[in-house]
């Protein structure tokens, strides 16, 4: 094996061990996992991260966005014209990493909130509707994980080392939030 895909198997272990730690010593009142959090107009389903990894574990995939807040963040809520860094790992139902940004050379992604709400590049690119979706409400320093259905991510798309038909899986963090009209830091 190289030295990138140990370092991508050591991140999901890492990741994997404080799920369940958090879940396994402290209990659902040690982290405030709470009911599972869905944008308007989808039901919420579940209890919470543990429900998600158990409709992933069961059957592969999850029905709709879900998400859950492992960690609430401070400050008001991403807004449209703020620019945000994050940083995050990007994993299959099959526990293989596809992206992180460790693999970027630990440089969290700049992104900047248009108009609509959606997510976009520093340069304009536009990212899976399910971050856009499933980022909504996220304050500095908060920390969410993210189960994405494929129609919201690729759909029957195979892109790089992501199969067609694929839910993606993402914990992600704000690490800072510049509002709109401010000049960046």
């Excluded at 029905?63 to 790992?89: H, N, R, W």
């Amino acid at each position: 094996m190289n030295r990138k895909t140990i370092n991508l198997i050591v991140i999901l272990a890492i990741i994997v061990v404080i799920i369940f730690i958090s879940l396994g010593f402290m209990g659902f009142s040690g982290i405030n996992f709470g009911q599972a959090n869905v944008p308007a107009g989808q039901p919420a389903e579940g209890d919470g991260a543990q429900a998600i990894l158990d409709e992933i574990q069961s059957t592969g995939a999850v029905s709709e966005l879900k998400f859950v807040d492992l960690v609430t963040g401070v400050g008001d809520p991403i807004a449209s014209g703020d620019t945000i860094q994050v940083k995050y790992t990007g994993v299959l139902p099959n526990g293989n990493v596809f992206d992180s940004t460790d693999a970027h050379g630990g440089v969290p992604l700049t992104l900047v909130v248009a108009p609509d709400g959606s997510l976009r590049t520093e340069t304009g690119g536009g990212l899976i509707q399910g971050w856009s979706l499933g980022m909504t409400g996220m304050k500095e320093g908060g920390r969410r994980l993210l189960a994405i259905p494929s129609e919201l991510a690729y759909g029957a798309n195979s892109v790089g080392s992501i199969p067609p038909n694929s839910t993606l899986l993402f914990e992600v963090e704000i690490v800072k939030r510049t509002a709109g009209g401010t000049a960046a830091q």
